[in-house]
Every structure is written in structure tokens, then in C-alpha cells.
Nanobody
Framework: QVQLVESGGESVQTGGSLRLSCAAS?????????????MAWFRQAPGKRREWVAY???????NYADSVKGRFTISRDDAKNTLYLQMSSLKPEDTAMYYC???????????????WGQGTQVTVSS
């Protein structure tokens, strides 16, 4: 089965930077290879709904939520089956549990992804 494991979350000051990683495994057991999957980042703060942050499509297309555009960059290394989220100019409102997600073929900004990680906590203070 597919497993997604996030890492890199920690507590930082306003204006700081973080790089989140998502290591994927088990794609050999599902249709298509890792490169055919849309990979995405979501986040969820306590008491709030899960919010889409960014996605990276198998064709190289990327898209971002307005709240993070210009500050966050999503990228993928298909040879390593790893997804990244580079976050800069962090704000307190970025505080949330960040989740990695995957689905085959086309991307979406909804929560209709097939596979999810357990999340990594990002806390921005001040």
C-alpha cells in the first residue's frame, strides 16, 4: 500500500522559513508510477476544515492557494519519490498541521485525494 510520511515541521518565528518533505513509498503496488500522480499539500488548524495549499501535477503544472502564493513553492523529485514545500515569510496564520496527499492523474483543490500522510506540525509565533 501507498505510504506518505511528512517531515520538517517545527516552531519558527514570524518571517522565518521552513522546508517540508513528503517521502512516498508503495507506488509500485498501485496503477501507474509515482510520476503519474498529482501530489499536493493541505493544512488544517484546530477547529477548522482542511485547507488546500498547493499541488504539483504529473505534467509539471503547479498551483497555489491565494493565501500562500508568492511565499510557498511546491516541488517534486520523482527519482526519489519525494515532494517538498518550501515556505518563506511565514505568518502566524500559517500555523497548522500540514498534510501530504496523492491521487492518480488530474489534480484538484479539494480533499478527494486517495492517499494521505499523518501530518507534520508547523507553528509560527509572534
Amino acid at each position: 500500500q501507498v505510504q506518505l510520511v511528512e517531515s520538517g515541521g517545527e516552531s519558527v518565528q514570524t518571517g522565518g522559513s521552513l522546508r517540508l518533505s513528503c517521502a512516498a513509498s508503495g507506488f509500485a503496488y498501485v496503477p501507474g508510477s509515482y510520476s503519474t500522480f498529482c501530489m499536493a499539500w493541505f493544512r488544517q488548524a484546530p477547529g477548522k476544515r482542511r485547507e488546500w495549499v498547493a499541488y504539483s501535477g504529473s505534467g509539471g503544472t503547479t498551483n497555489y492557494a491565494d493565501s500562500v502564493k508568492g511565499r510557498f513553492t511546491i516541488s517534486r523529485d520523482d527519482a526519489k519519490n519525494t515532494l517538498y514545500l518550501q515556505m518563506s515569510s511565514l505568518k502566524p496564520e500559517d500555523t497548522a498541521m500540514y498534510y501530504c496527499a496523492a491521487k492518480r492523474w488530474g489534480c484538484s483543490d479539494q480533499t478527494d485525494y486517495n492517499f494521505w500522510g499523518q501530518g507534520t506540525q508547523v507553528t509560527v509565533s509572534s
